[in-house]
C-alpha cells in the first residue's frame, strides 16, 4: 500500500479537517469558561462534524490505495503534522471571525481541489464536505452579530 503524498487531494483536506478539530475544541473550552454554554455546545457540534469528515477523508485515502499518514511530506519520517495553523486567540470575536477565515479558507481548497480532480468519488466527497462547510460559515455569521 502506498502513502498518501503531498499532491494528493484528500491529504491535503485532512491536514485542514485536523486543525479545525482542534481549534474548535479548544474554542469550545473558552466560551466555556466564559459561561457562553450555547456557543461552546455549538463549537462542539462543529468539532463533531469535522471530525467525521476527518474519518471520510481518511477513509477516501485508503480506497485510492494510500496510507493516511499525517505528515507534511509523506512518506517522509519528518515534518508530521504540526498544530501551528490552530488559531488560539481568546477573545469571542477573534475565535469566531478565525472561524470564519477557517471554514471559507477550507471552501475554496475543496472546492478547487473537487473541480481538478478526475476522481468522482473524490470530487462528490469534496463537494459534499463543501456543504457542510458553508453551513458552518453561516452559523459563525450569526455568531458574529
Not at 36 to 61: C, N, P, Q, W
Not at 89 to 116: F, G, H, K, N
Given at each position: ?41 455549538i463549537l462542539e ?21 494510500a496510507l493516511p ?64 462547510e458553508k453551513l ?10
Amino acid at each position: 500500500m502506498q502513502v498518501a503524498t503531498a499532491n494528493s487531494p484528500p491529504f491535503w483536506c485532512r491536514l485542514l479537517k485536523i486543525s479545525a478539530v482542534l481549534q474548535y475544541t479548544y474554542q469550545k473550552h473558552v466560551f466555556e469558561q466564559l459561561g457562553d454554554d450555547e456557543t461552546a455546545r455549538i463549537l462542539e457540534h462543529i468539532s463533531v462534524v469535522e471530525m467525521k469528515h476527518f474519518d471520510y477523508l481518511g477513509e477516501m485515502i485508503l480506497k485510492l490505495g494510500a496510507l493516511p499518514i499525517y505528515s507534511v511530506l509523506p512518506p517522509y519520517p519528518s515534518r508530521f503534522y504540526s498544530a501551528r495553523s490552530v488559531s488560539y486567540v481568546a477573545s469571542p470575536e477573534r475565535m469566531i471571525l478565525a472561524d470564519i477565515a477557517a471554514e471559507q479558507e477550507a471552501i475554496a481548497s475543496y472546492t478547487t481541489i473537487a473541480r481538478q480532480t478526475k476522481n468522482e468519488i473524490v470530487k462528490n466527497g469534496l463537494l459534499r464536505i463543501v456543504e457542510d462547510e458553508k453551513l458552518h460559515l453561516k452559523i459563525f455569521g450569526t455568531l458574529l452579530r
